[in-house]
C-alpha cells in the first residue's frame, strides 16, 4: 500500500502522539508524552515494569483512550475505531486472546478472514514464526512460547504497514528471540513500520533505529541507540584475565577509577582507555585482555535506576493502603 501523503506534503508519520496522558486512580500511568514515529521506522519503547508502555501502546493502537493529548495513526485518529485503519495495523499485546478449541492454524485463518487477508497468508505467516509444526495443533495445548508466536502471526498475517509488538519476545528461548529477529529485520528491509516494546537491551540496540524510554510514564529521552550510548558519560571497562595482576597495582594506575572482581575477570573502569590499556601492557601484557565500551544498558540503568525506586515504593504504599 502507497505511504499516505498529505497532499504536496512530506508523508504523514505513521504514529504521532501529542500530549498524551492516561491516570487509573491516583496513579499517572503516561504523563504529557508526545513523539513521532516516521513510516519505515523501527521504533523501541523501553522502561522498568510498571512505567507505562503497554498503556501507551495501547492507546496508540485504539485499544484504550487517552484522558487527554492525541494519537494519529497515518494522520487518522484510532479512537473512535477507524474501520479503514485497522487493515493497516497489526497488533500483539501483552495478553493476546485466541479463539478458543481452534487449532493454530484455524485461530489464524479466523484472523486473517476478519482482516480479508488470502488464505495463503496463512500458511507463509505459520512458517514465519516457525508453527508449521503445531498447525493442527488446539492453541490451548500449545507451548508459551508457541502462543507467544501464535499472537505475533495474528499481528502479521494480513500484511499491515505498521505493527505493534508489546514484548514479543518474552516467552522465547533464545532461538526463537533470534528466529523473531530475523523476522522483524525483514518486515523493516521491506519498509513497514514497527513499534516495539522490550525489557532486552542488546534487542534494541540491535534492531531499533531510535528508542525512547519511559520512566514513570514520561519520556525520559528519545535518540538512536547510538547516539544515546555515544552521549553516555558511563565508563569503559577493561578485563583482565584473574591473577595476571593484583587489585593494589590496577587501582594505582593512573586514569583508573574503581577496580573489581568480576566473573573470572579483574574490572578496571576508566574514561581513558588508551592510557590504561598502555599501562596494563607495560605491567602485564595485554594477552586476553578484553575491553568493553558503555553499551546501551549503562545509559538504561543510569536513566532508570532511581526514578523506578520511587515508582517501587509508591506501587507498594498504594498496595498497603487500599481498602
Ligand atoms: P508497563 O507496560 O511499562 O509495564 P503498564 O502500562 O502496564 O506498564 O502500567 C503502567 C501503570 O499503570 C502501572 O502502575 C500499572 O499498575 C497501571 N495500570 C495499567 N493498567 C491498568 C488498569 N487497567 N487499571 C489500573 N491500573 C493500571
Ligand atoms: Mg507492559
Not at 508502555?53 to 479512537?79: H, N, Q, Y
Not at 501483552?94 to 485463518?109: G, I
Not at 571497562?237 to 591473577?243: N, Q
Not at 593512573?254 to 605491567?283: K, N
Request: with cysteine.
Amino acid at each position: 500500500m502507497p505511504a499516505t501523503t498529505a497532499p504536496g506534503g512530506p508523508p504523514a508519520p505513521a504514529v504521532r502522539v501529542e500530549a498524551v496522558s492516561k491516570r487509573y486512580g491516583d496513579r499517572l500511568a503516561v504523563d504529557d508524552v508526545t513523539l513521532e514515529i516516521r513510516q519505515g521506522e523501527f521504533f523501541g519503547l523501553l522502561g522498568p515494569n510498571g512505567a507505562g508502555k503497554s498503556t501507551l501502546v495501547e492507546i496508540m493502537e485504539g485499544l484504550r483512550r487517552a484522558d487527554a493529548g492525541t494519537v494519529a495513526l497515518f494522520g487518522r485518529s484510532p479512537w473512535p475505531r477507524d474501520t479503514t485503519l485497522l487493515p493497516r495495523i497489526g497488533v500483539q499485546t501483552q495478553s493476546s486472546a485466541f479463539f478458543v478449541r481452534q487449532t493454530a492454524h484455524e485461530h489464524l485463518r479466523t484472523v486473517a478472514a476478519l482482516y480479508g487477508a488470502p488464505r495463503t497468508a496463512v500458511d507463509a505467516t505459520l512458517e514465519t514464526v516457525g508453527l508449521t509444526g503445531q498447525r493442527d495443533v488446539r492453541v490451548e495445548s500449545l507451548s508459551g512460547g508457541q502462543r507467544q508466536r501464535l499472537a505475533i502471526a495474528s499481528a502479521l498475517v494480513h500484511a499491515p504497514e505498521l505493527i505493534f509488538l508489546d514484548e514479543p519476545t518474552a516467552a522465547l528461548d533464545p532461538q526463537a528471540r533470534r528466529a523473531l529477529w530475523e523476522v522483524l529485520r525483514g518486515l523493516k528491509a521491506a519498509g513497514r513500520t514497527i513499534v516495539y516494546t522490550t525489557h532486552h537491551l542488546d534487542e534494541a540496540e540491535e534492531l531499533c533505529d531510535r528508542i525512547a524510554i519511559l520512566v514513570d510514564g514520561r519520556i525520559a529521552v528519545t535518540d538512536s541507540p547510538h547516539r544515546l550510548v555515544g552521549a553516555s558519560r558511563a565508563p569503559s571497562r577493561v578485563l583482565l584475565p584473574e591473577g595476571r595482576l593484583d587489585e593494589a597495582t590496577a587501582r594505582a594506575i593512573e586514569g583508573v577509577e574503581r577496580v573489581s572482581a568480576q566473573g573470572g575477570s579483574l574490572v578496571l573502569e576508566t574514561h581513558a582507555v588508551g592510557p590504561v590499556l598502555t599501562a596494563v601492557d607495560r605491567i602485564a601484557g595485554l594477552d586476553g585482555v578484553q575491553t568493553r565500551t558503555a553499551s546501551l544498558e549503562d545509559v538504561y540503568l543510569d536513566l532508570t535506576a532511581r526514578p523506578a525506586e520511587a515508582a517501587g515504593t509508591a506501587a507498594t504504599t498504594a498496595e498497603t493502603t487500599e481498602p
